[in-house]
């Protein structure tokens, strides 16, 4: 039996999906979190139609 894990995640910006041709605000700010120690990733939210730069949340 398989089992899903679900992991949270904290939402660290939002950019809209419709930018410039060529234009990566998402992902270049995801670059920079993660020259800073973050581990942050790109995904997109279809729902709002906008990319999210998340990062795993921490629980103690």
């Known amino acids: 039996m398989a089992t ?3 992991q949270a995640r904290t ?5 809209p999906a419709g930018g410039p041709r060529g ?6 700010y995801a670059a920079n979190q ?12 279809l729902c709002t139609d906008q990319f999210l ?3 795993d949340t921490t629980t103690q």
């Open 11 to 15: 939402v660290l910006e939002r950019f």
């Open 34 to 45: 993660r020259a800073q120690g973050t581990n942050a990733q790109v995904v997109m939210d």
């Open 53 to 55: 730069v998340v990062t």
């Open 23 to 28: 234009s990566w605000p998402a992902e270049e």
């Open 4 to 6: 899903a894990s679900t």
